[in-house]
């Protein structure tokens, strides 16, 4: 039979989950992926993600050899335990030893972001460039960074959370506690935060519906509305600071951006990378090449293909 790796992305409101068999060559359109709402109940979804695999695998006529996850953090990979989570709620959750004892089989888990950027080096927009930054923009903000094929966890599973680089200490809230992060400014719970404080519940004069969404607030920032425009300035701002910074510290090839805002929001990306390269020395500046993710929504469970794929065959990253 068919050895088959097991792929999982589980975000803050939905999860992917699809089968891809080895060796992994590449990532084509018509590869079959189930979508549900992420559960809040992490059981649950556990539950839900075997039950996706399982079925797949058989539908694939293959053999489960391993799963991969990606997944917001922070994490303990060397345990697959998930230790805080705060878009789901989930604490010192044993993701990867669930999944293992369910299915039988060797998972690894790691940072969503991360995940998201060794999909997108091997198999993606970045396929061909080393270094490759991953930005990804949807519900929250987060990075990864592959350097010669191997992904960059950092001393302290840190490297990459420029989300959480502070743009302004008097700014918003931020779900990791600090005020004026990068997230909180331009990520889409950040901007759906922004537009309950600047518009609350009211409507328009004309009786329209105020923004509630990240979506909401561009459309009413290219329709003109004041209030709208400074918000999505400011998420540009806060973005271009996340850009210049991997810019500056790793000078990657290219900066791939995905995530669900990142895809959606193609002007306020190339407003971000345009004030970015003025925050950067000119030599970065010259260099800095800022494109969309290859895969679309799936560079995270592409990602996590690739890493189960690794965990069958040496190569690690």
């Known amino acids: 039979m068919t050895p088959l790796v097991g792929a999982v992305d589980i975000g803050a409101s939905k999860t992917l989950v699809t089968v891809a068999a080895l060796p992994i060559a590449d990532w084509p359109l018509h590869r079959q992926v ?3 709402a992420t559960p809040r109940d992490a059981a649950e979804c556990v539950g839900r993600v075997c039950r996706a695999v399982t079925g797949l695998a058989g539908d694939a006529t293959g053999r489960l050899v391993a ?3 990606g997944m917001p953090g922070p994490l303990d990979r060397e ?3 998930v230790i805080h989570s705060p878009n789901q709620g989930w604490r010192d959750v044993p993701i990867g030893p669930w999944l293992a004892e369910r299915l039988g089989i060797p998972v690894v888990i ?3 972001a991360r995940t998201g950027a060794i999909g997108e ?9 080393d270094p490759v930054a991953y930005l990804t923009i949807g519900s929250g903000i987060g990075s990864g960074v592959v350097l010669g094929g191997r992904l960059l966890h950092g001393a302290h599973d840190l490297a990459g959370e420029v989300g959480h680089l502070v743009a302004d200490r008097q700014g918003p809230r931020c779900s990791c506690g600090n005020r004026g992060c990068v997230e909180a400014y331009a990520s889409g719970r950040g901007l759906e935060r922004r537009a309950r404080l600047t518009w609350g519940d009211a409507t328009t004069a004309g009786g329209r519906r105020t923004p509630r969404s990240a979506a909401d607030v561009f459309r009413a920032a290219l329709l003109g509305d004041p209030d709208a425009r400074r918000l999505a300035d400011e998420a540009a701002q806060a973005l ?6 991997l810019a500056a510290t790793v000078d990657p090839e290219v900066i791939v951006v ?6 959606a929001q193609r002007r306020l990306v190339r407003r971000a990378a345009t004030l970015a390269r003025g925050r950067c020395m000119w030599e970065s500046a010259e260099h800095l090449r800022v494109m969309s993710a290859g895969l679309g929504a799936e560079s995270v469970v592409a990602g996590a293909a690739v890493l189960a794929g690794y965990l069958i065959a040496p190569g690690s990253p």
């Open 34 to 36: 189930v979508r549900f």
């Open 67 to 69: 799963v991969g996850c």
């Open 79 to 81: 345990r697959g335990v």
């Open 110 to 112: 790691d940072d969503d």
């Open 121 to 129: 080096a091997v198999l993606g927009a970045g396929a061909g460039s």
């Open 240 to 245: 271009a600071l996340a850009l210049a910074s």
């Open 258 to 263: 995905g995530g669900s805002v990142g895809l």
